[in-house]
């Protein structure tokens, strides 16, 4: 109780306080604008808050992080165009609702989902906390170097119908992470001879070229949108309340996006497809779903809410990142000299619950705003598409140029930018480079101490778990495989990735 | 996994990054060192090499799925797309290079205000938004949050005094 206490003492802070409101209302619009996103806005201010100090920096940037699903709801409701593609699934029912002259009673439930699986999710965190602390010790080079794994299986196997591109992509990220000098023998690997590969690709970099520069790119080289929407009238915080109605969905949700965010990879979509079809099951009006369900779109907001807090846990406990957001999330730990993993937990855990109670304010802040400014949010979508694109182009050049000031940094963002535009225009996700990127660089740094005290395959495993781990990997692996098989033999295609295009987003 | 729909431009994706799997496989004795009396999961090598297998693996596996699918038609309007965007990494690039040498202020709105009068936005209201974005980039970040962004050459033109360090440190 003292050190959470302690805790919230930390963000009494003019500060703090201020660092918050910014990102929580910066996230809220951020998520609003198509095309945008929370990637982009974070990769951009990641540079930015290097010079803040730590607990400024890092609650700014969980404020986009952890509002801007809330403000991805408004489009999708209103103009079929999900703000993040999380919001994606969001449109099958908040849409129709809109197209009924529900709009209200849509925002209103979306709203109220994601501040009760916001809220919820972040609870389940707080009571997990002392168990975390108990657990994460027990994680030694061989248990982390596993995790970091089962995140890598994880997100290649949860792209379902693109395992294979998945699969290469994830190898692209891990061995843009070993080119440069390596630390232990000091040889140069893929260098090229090349002075300004010796010191390898930075994250930032990649991070910023594959989801801001690629989507300023991709704004500026296609055709002109610009969405008009009719404006909302009514009373929001009334819409809001009628969440109560649908408890048991938000709570069920709220389970189900812990339960994934928790787990490194998976996150977001499969979160919501499981709470979705949950709430299909059990519903006593299974046909209106996609149809302008009011359950539907409960379940998908509540589901895709809870992530961020849960995924902090992997992030916070391992030091592992479970998806994109996470990833850049943990540049930041390390550039304000915060390292995640079993020692925060030990040595400082009242940071831990200063970052939960963020949240829980960051929640409370954004349903404030919510109530006021559905109306002004609305005339922010409006910007032109590739007016956007100009937008989003200037910025990027301040999150790479101000890294190291180095114009080669910039080529690299560029050249990944580009590549970044190509995977966007084939649909395929950028997120497994990213991962394989972190996940590589820490499987490799883990990898030799924990294979130092292994003299047979078994002895990998000699510990509970790492043994579970392992098995776990494996049982994945030859689920999927199990799962490839039912299908052929039953002559069900897997979802064609032309059904979809979350990843153009 | 395996698509029944490819689209326009996917094999000429999957080749290439096949093709370019294939060549890091073939460059890793080049790239990389083999220190003799080490254990293999200590060699410079092991690494990259357990990557690029990965890809070459998975990729080959891609271009497979994308050679046995149906071709969706529309390859040259894809390339064309593909490389129409290049115009705007040459953009990004002369915006980068102009920075030092014009200084960040000058640079950030002259670059807005072209950008925006080659995507179409050219009356004067819209040059005016383009210019009062660059200005508000560059407040914010270089004046407001001290984002490390050196000065342009241009300055050092100007007569030595306050005006010059003011904009040297902020714009």
């Known amino acids: 109780m003292d050190m959470l206490l302690s805790g919230i003492g930390m963000l009494m802070n003019f500060d703090v306080l201020l660092a918050l409101l910014i990102g929580s209302i910066g996230?809220?619009?951020?998520?609003?604008?198509?095309?945008?996103?929370?990637?982009?806005?974070?990769?951009?201010?990641?540079?930015?808050?290097?010079?803040?100090?730590?607990?400024?920096?890092?609650?700014?940037?969980?404020g986009i992080y952890g509002s801007s699903m809330f403000g991805g709801a408004l489009p999708a409701i209103l103009i079929n165009t999900p703000g993040t593609a999380v919001n994606a699934l969001t449109t099958y029912d908040g849409h129709p609702m809109t197209q009924r002259g529900e709009a209200l009673r849509a925002l209103g439930l979306a709203y109220g989902a994601s501040f009760v699986s916001g809220i919820l999710s972040i609870l389940a965190l707080i009571l997990l906390s002392p168990v975390l602390a108990k657990i994460a010790p027990m994680f030694g080079s061989k248990e982390i170097f596993l995790a970091a794994l089962l995140g890598l299986v994880l997100v290649v196997i949860a792209?379902?119908?693109?395992?294979?591109?998945?699969?290469?992509?994830?190898?692209?990220?891990?061995?843009?992470?070993?080119?440069?000098?390596?630390?232990?023998?000091?040889t140069q690997r893929f260098t090229f001879g090349q002075e300004w590969l010796a010191s390898g690709f930075d994250l930032i970099v990649i991070v910023l070229g594959l989801f801001a520069l690629s989507q300023a790119f991709l704004l500026l080289s296609e055709p002109e949108s610009a969405p008009e929407t009719p404006p909302i009238k009514g009373s929001m915080g009334r819409a809001m309340l009628r969440i109560f109605k649908y408890k048991r969905?938000?709570?069920?949700?709220?389970?189900?996006?812990?339960?994934?965010?928790?787990?490194?990879?998976v996150g977001e979509f499969t979160a919501q497809f499981l709470s979705y079809n949950y709430a299909q099951k059990t519903s006593k009006n299974p046909d209106a779903f996609g149809k302008g369900s009011p359950e539907g779109l409960v379940a998908s907001e509540s589901a895709n809410?809870?992530?961020?807090?849960?995924?902090?846990?992997?992030?916070?406990?391992?030091?592992?990142?479970?998806?994109?957001?996470?990833?850049?999330?943990?540049?930041?730990?390390?550039?304000?000299?915060?390292?995640?993993?079993p020692q925060l937990f030990q040595g400082q855990i009242d940071f831990v619950y200063a970052l939960y109670a963020a949240m829980i304010i960051l929640n409370v802040i954004v349903v404030l705003f919510m109530l006021?400014?559905?109306?002004?949010?609305?005339?922010?979508?409006?910007?032109?598409?590739?007016?956007?694109?100009?937008?989003?182009?200037?910025?990027?050049?301040?999150?790479?140029?101000?890294?190291?000031n180095s114009v080669v940094d910039c080529a690299i963002a560029a050249a990944f930018g580009w590549f970044g535009l190509i995977l966007k225009r084939q649909n395929l996700p950028a997120v497994p480079i990213v991962l394989g990127l972190v996940l590589g660089g820490i499987m490799e740094t883990k990898f030799r101490p924990a294979m130092n005290?292994?003299?047979?395959?078994?002895?990998?495993?000699?510990?509970?778990?790492?043994?579970?781990?392992?098995?776990?990997?494996?049982?994945?692996?030859?689920?999927?495989?199990?799962?490839?098989?039912?299908?052929?033999?039953?002559?069900?295609?897997?979802?064609?990735?032309d059904m979809h295009d979350s990843f153009q987003r | 996994?395996?698509?029944?729909?490819?689209?326009?431009?996917?094999?000429?994706?999957?080749?290439?990054?096949?093709?370019?799997?294939?060549?890091?496989?073939?460059?890793?004795?080049?790239?990389?060192?083999?220190?003799?009396?080490?254990?293999?999961?200590?060699?410079p090598a092991f690494w990259p090499g357990i990557a690029i297998i990965v890809m070459t693996l998975f990729s080959a596996g891609h271009l497979f799925c994308v050679l046995c699918a149906n071709r969706l038609p529309g390859l040259a309007e894809e390339l064309a797309a593909w490389a129409r965007a290049l115009e705007f990494v040459l953009w990004f690039i002369v915006y980068v290079w102009l920075v030092p040498i014009i200084g960040y202020l000058i640079a950030t709105i002259a670059f807005t205000c072209a950008l925006s009068f080659r995507m179409g936005y050219r009356g004067a209201r819209w040059m005016g938004l383009a210019a009062v974005f660059g200005l508000g980039v560059v407040v914010l970040f270089n004046g407001l949050l001290g984002v490390n962004i050196p000065s342009g050459d241009i300055y050092e033109l100007l007569p030595a005094g306050a005006l010059r360090s003011f904009l040297m440190t902020n714009f």
């Open chain 1, 453 to 497: 005290r292994v003299s047979v395959f078994g002895d990998f495993f000699e510990r509970p778990i790492a043994a579970f781990l392992g098995f776990a990997i494996l049982c994945l692996i030859v689920g999927h495989f199990a799962s490839l098989y039912r299908e052929q033999r039953n002559r069900q295609p897997s979802p064609d990735h």
């Open chain 1, 372 to 404: 006021i400014s559905s109306n002004l949010l609305l005339r922010i979508i409006r910007i032109p598409t590739r007016f956007l694109g100009v937008m989003i182009l200037t910025l990027s050049f301040v999150g790479v140029y101000s890294l190291r």
């Open chain 1, 305 to 341: 809410n809870a992530v961020p807090a849960a995924a902090m846990i992997p992030l916070l406990a391992l030091g592992i990142p479970g998806e994109a957001l996470t990833a850049m999330m943990l540049s930041v730990f390390y550039v304000h000299n915060v390292i995640p993993g």
């Open chain 1, 27 to 62: 996230g809220v619009i951020i998520g609003a604008i198509p095309g945008v996103g929370p990637a982009v806005a974070i990769a951009i201010l990641l540079p930015a808050t290097f010079a803040l100090p730590p607990l400024v920096g890092l609650v700014m940037l969980l």
């Open chain 1, 159 to 186: 792209h379902r119908g693109q395992t294979l591109a998945a699969g290469m992509l994830a190898g692209l990220g891990v061995f843009l992470g070993t080119v440069g000098l390596e630390p232990l023998k000091y």
């Open chain 1, 249 to 265: 969905l938000a709570v069920s949700g709220s389970g189900f996006g812990v339960l994934m965010g928790m787990i490194p990879g």
């Open chain 2, 1 to 43: 996994m395996f698509q029944r729909n490819a689209r326009p431009g996917e094999l000429v994706f999957a080749a290439g990054f096949f093709g370019f799997s294939v060549l890091l496989l073939i460059l890793i004795p080049w790239q990389t060192q083999w220190v003799p009396r080490s254990k293999l999961f200590t060699q």
